[in-house]
């Protein structure tokens, strides 16, 4: 055991069994002394110093006296990102998670929640209980946060205790937030028409031209490639979409058109939108600024984004009459309840019904 003491307002002692490695960390650090006659090391009482013998000498044998953790803030903040890095492994869950096949968004906003959850945990907490996760949950929900949100936050959570720390799953209990149910954000057919047409880059039009047409996610239209493209069948692949599935979708003749004028100007290869580096396509969030830009140019108040092209094209779909198993076909979606959201959007029933006010013969009075 390496133990450390404060000495005096400027000095620490540090008092170690002999061992060379630990010897050699130690002569590394600036200013330090050794004094025969207590038989220890003398180090100087600052952050530099400390920060060294911490980073330096193995954590678990280090042991320091109850006065110094007390008014020494770097050593708490170091025990508490020690601690921390102890109660998250990122490279194992990262490993599981894998495993299992989830999607590179999936891992990444899985990792993000289990620290962010992990750096709340008080020092003396030792492991994840369920209280700490309901109060957790509690505080997302004051702040505001969605419950689609949390209730991924839960399942990262009990992902992480189940294959990373080997807990039970039901030792930890929990109770989900009711799911939300809100209706997406569509445009008119006039307005995805002005928003279409107030473009003038070809490649830009190409891909909003796809999005809409073919009823695809940003993260599908980036990813496409050349030999996605069937214009013969009128049909387009979408690989390892949402779930990791295939499926065909609609290639319409305008947005064929409008693909066919692109590619005669910028000659992709690989990728049908090739991004600046070579070899990679275009990055979502380019085309999400494209969107943006498109909708500042077109005039369009709605707080929408790309991804309320594809409710447009299902709920255009539906007010034209495509039946509803067609319509769950082309957006992959596993479950026809998620496709039944649009029957809600469609105004094409509530528009024949007649207002009772519109049926009164009212005269305005002066």
């Given amino acids: 055991m390496i133990e450390v003491v404060k000495l005096n307002a400027d000095s620490l002692g540090i008092k170690l069994p002999y061992h060379p490695e630990h010897i050699v960390s130690i002569r590394r650090i600036q200013g330090r002394r050794w004094d025969a006659g207590q038989k220890l090391w003398i180090v100087p009482y600052k952050k530099s110093a400390i920060l060294q013998l911490l980073e330096m000498l ?53 990792c993000s929640q289990v620290q962010r959850f992990v750096q709340t945990l008080p020092p003396d907490v030792p492991e994840i209980s369920s209280e700490a996760v309901q109060k957790y949950c509690l505080a997302l929900l004051a702040n505001h946060i969605s419950h689609s949100s949390v209730n991924q936050t ?35 057919e006039n307005e995805v028409k002005k928003l279409l047409t107030s473009i003038t880059n070809s490649k830009h039009k190409a891909v909003l031209y796809l999005t809409y047409s073919s009823g695809l996610r940003v993260c599908e239209v980036v990813r496409l490639r050349m030999a996605d493209l069937d214009t013969e069948r009128q049909t387009l692949r979408v690989r390892q979409g949402k779930g990791r599935k295939d499926r065909n979708t609609l290639l319409s003749r305008a947005a064929t058109n409008m693909v066919q004028s692109y590619i005669a100007q910028f000659q992709p290869e690989e990728w049908l939108f090739p991004g600046q580096n ?23 108040l709605k ?55 519109d049926r009164m013969d009212l005269e305005e009075q002066e």
């Fill in 58 to 110: 193995p954590r678990k044998l280090l042991s320091f006296e109850p006065t110094l953790l007390k008014e020494c803030e770097w050593i708490g903040a170091f025990e508490k990102e020690d601690r921390n890095k102890s109660r998250f492994n990122r490279a194992v869950l990262i490993e599981e998670l894998k495993k299992c096949g989830y999607s590179s968004k999936t891992i990444k906003a899985y």
């Fill in 154 to 188: 839960i399942s990262a959570i009990r992902f992480y205790a189940k294959y990373v720390l080997n807990n039970p799953v039901n030792e930890i209990q929990y109770i989900r937030p009711k799911k939300q149910h809100t209706l997406p954000n569509v445009l008119s």
């Fill in 278 to 300: 070579p070899g990679r396509h275009v990055t979502e969030r380019t085309i999400q600024k494209v969107f943006e830009e498109a909708r500042r140019r077109a005039g369009i």
């Fill in 303 to 357: 707080k929408v984004s790309i991804h309320s092209l594809r409710h447009s094209f299902a709920t255009h779909l539906l007010e034209g009459g495509t039946d509803l198993r067609y319509i769950q076909e082309l957006l992959g979606h596993q479950s026809a309840r998620t496709t039944q959201c649009y029957t809600h959007v469609s105004t094409k029933n509530i528009q024949r019904i007649q207002s009772p006010l």
